[in-house]
DNA sequence: TGTGAAAGACGATCCCT
DNA sequence: AGGGATCGTCTTTCACA
């Protein structure tokens, strides 16, 4: 991990359909060897993907919702894949503290908040708060100072 | 917002980088009807970037938390956005309730994570969360049954 | 690792349907 | 709005440094 492959992943993670000839030309190397870097860092795990990010709100889900899960026990949300991959619930978090996890859904309605919700309650006691914004949605992943 | 659409979000999303003719192929459309509608996703704000994602372990940033900001009125991070624009902080939600935002942050080292926590605790009081893992990182989005 | 050249594939565009 | 043909560009592979 050089400063010419922090240089690639720069690009890439501000515009994953970069051709490699375009890329080649903003890192001032030559084509072949761009494409050799950025199939190293796909193999090595450091790319995970790329991917199209959709507008929710454009995409038809204007409720977004933080859900803290308070399972018991047994019945914890975690240990039932099939709860998390339900389409509404768009990230999950393992945390510390006194929940075990955090669940970020989106969704079109209220009423179908209100049933997911509903669904929730028998793996733990949900408690949720609104998601007014987001004023960084997402960041790219830079070298630390 | 037809299936057609879906059907190409869909792919992009799981392969954003995917040419024009493979897509064409996987959505049985031609190759330039596929451009036409993705050219209109793009302008219609529903697809807003196309990001390479980086797996923040192997990109050095271990230590991930998430802390909620309970601001000190006018201090209010949400308004300072010098602070927001730090390459630690990778997501952030403003919320109804008690605190008036969520920081979603990953670092290289806890001491590190300690030195964040000084700098935002001028602008309110942080309550923090240690992020164990990300059952789920990220889903695609679909349309909602 | 990185470069340069060559062959095949692809993207952009135009016109027709 | 979609399909087919065109041309310029890009991806990929190779030999070589």
Redesign the interface.
């Known amino acids: ?1 050089d400063a010419m492959d922090w240089a690639i ?1 720069g690009e ?6 970069l051709s490699y000839s375009e890329l080649s030309r903003r890192v001032h190397l030559s084509a072949p060897a761009v494409a050799e870097r950025v199939r190293r860092l796909e193999e ?13 709100g ?4 204007t409720v977004r919702a ?1 859900i803290r899960m308070d399972c018991y026990g047994a019945r914890c949300v ?1 240990r039932h894949e099939e709860v ?1 991959t339900q ?11 006194d929940t075990c ?2 669940l970020v859904v ?3 309605s209220m009423a ?1 908040f209100e049933r997911l919700i509903d669904g929730l309650s028998h793996y733990g006691r949900p408690s949720s ?17």
């Open positions: 991990m992943l890439l993670q501000a515009d994953a359909r090595t795990g450091v790319i995970s993907g790329y991917h199209a990010h959709v507008d929710l454009r995409a038809g889900r933080l975690l998390l389409p509404e619930i768009v990230q999950v978090y393992r945390v510390t503290g996890c955090l989106a969704l079109d179908h708060t609104m998601v007014l914004s987001s004023p960084v949605a997402w960041r790219p992943v830079t070298p630390l100072a």
